[in-house]
């Protein structure tokens, strides 16, 4: 099964990066540290950046945080970051963009949920005064719908009408209905106020992976917006990935999808760009992007006793993090190589062969003996000593000559 097309999309700039057209699908992350906290903020953005996302969020929620955010743009840009800064607002952006012109002018993009800009007559006139705001500063736009904070004046409206209907649709359904109808209606004011389509990027975004994926599905089909995606409150750790790969993958198999972040709950021992990990990853597996050599290796049986094939593997992907930077500046197109580290002879040499360099270790009743392929060719056969430092030697030279 091959990747559908993307969808034909207008191009929106945020700073240094572009999202939809024919752009590379943008990672992006959020801060999870008061941005009323200077160093603490500053440090995990340069952290999320150093490891690869293109956009960086924060929240701003207050005057404290909207003095702290321009605090550390600066900061940023004054240390040679440029990556795009968003800011993300809920209830009182249009207040804070008002009262804070040189924040409103510094981020690279506003994020606004119109389930919470206010109410009624209020919504309106907040939601105009941001866009406004954004219009005068050359700002793109996210749109952002969540499930747990629909606007409720969208969806009564719809229930009501659907309980009149002759044949009712199930709730979600009709949820469903109104995530997209907020996202709709939000963008054609932002439209009518003075924002270009190429300014505007929409989401809609659930906890629910089915729930989800087929709000997703239903917007794609209504509008050629740019596209972010995401499954909010996805949890942490093992469920967190899982579940959002699940759901990102599923959306960008079909071309939907034109930046994307893996929220994931804060686990102690693991870092914030954990999140960006993820998303790299994903994209990678599903050869929409490279980001760096791919390590296919054995999973481990009752005919790999030895551990060595897993301390190489782990070797091997340690010698890549340390290299690749260096490797993307001297040898384009380095991250596309695939490294195949097998255990036994069952798929080993297989597995070995079709990698770009591979290497086969010996099963707990094999000689011991590691045959090296590259491009398919059996190059040398290493002895089962100082396995790790020979084939790292190896894989230097590959690189080095091959790129």
């Known amino acids: 099964m091959s990747i559908k097309s993307r969808r034909k999309t207008p191009v929106v700039k945020i700073g240094m990066v572009c999202i939809g057209g024919n752009c590379p699908i943008a990672v992006q992350a959020m801060t999870n540290t008061p941005t009323a906290n200077v160093t603490a ?92 705001i954004a219009v005068k500063n050359k700002k793109p736009v996210r749109i952002g719908v969540n499930g747990g904070s629909l606007d409720q004046g969208v969806l009564a409206k719809l229930m009501d009408a659907n309980s009149k209907a002759k044949k009712p649709l199930a709730t979600n359904e009709v949820v469903y209905q109104a995530m997209v109808k907020s996202a709709l209606d939000s963008a054609a004011m932002a439209q009518k106020i003075g924002l270009r389509k190429d300014q505007i990027v929409l989401s809609v975004k659930m906890s629910r992976l089915q729930d989800m ?70 994209l990678q597996s599903m050869g929409l992007s490279y980001f760096f050599p791919s390590v296919i290796s054995c999973p481990g049986c009752g005919r790999t006793s030895s551990h060595n094939f897993q301390k190489l593997a782990e070797e091997v992907r340690i010698h890549i993090k340390k290299n690749i930077k260096q490797w993307k500046k001297k040898y384009p197109g380095v991250e596309k190589i695939k490294i195949a580290v097998m255990g036994c002879v069952v798929n080993g040499p297989g597995e070995s062969k079709h990698a770009d360099i591979g290497i086969s270790l010996p099963g707990s009743s094999e000689e011991l003996k590691a045959p090296v392929y590259i491009k398919g060719k059996l190059v040398k056969i290493l002895p089962g000593k100082n396995l790790t430092q020979q084939f790292l030697r190896i894989l230097d030279w590959f690189i080095k000559n091959d790129y």
Do not use: M
Request: proline share 2%; net charge neutral; aromatic share 6%.
């Open 41 to 132: 903020t500053y440090s995990q953005t340069v952290e999320l950046i150093r490891a690869g996302s293109e956009l960086v969020r924060w929240t701003i929620n207050d005057d404290k945080a909207a003095i702290g955010a321009e605090k550390v743009i600066l900061r940023l840009r004054k240390n040679g970051y440029l990556t795009p800064i968003i800011g993300d607002f809920h209830y009182n952006g249009h207040i804070l963009l008002r009262e804070f012109p040189l924040l409103a002018k510094a981020l690279d993009k506003y994020r606004i949920n119109p389930g919470n800009v206010g109410s009624g007559d209020k919504h309106d006139d907040n939601f105009v005064q941001i866009v406004n």
């Open 213 to 282: 994926v087929a709000v997703y599905e239903q917007l794609a089909k209504k509008c050629d917006y740019v596209l972010h995606l995401g499954l909010t409150e996805a949890g942490g750790d093992i469920e967190g990935i899982s579940s959002s790969s699940a759901a990102l993958a599923i959306l960008l198999q079909q071309g939907i999808g034109d930046t994307i972040r893996v929220s994931l709950t804060p686990q102690k021992g693991f870092l914030r760009s954990r999140e960006v990990e993820v998303c790299q990853a994903l």
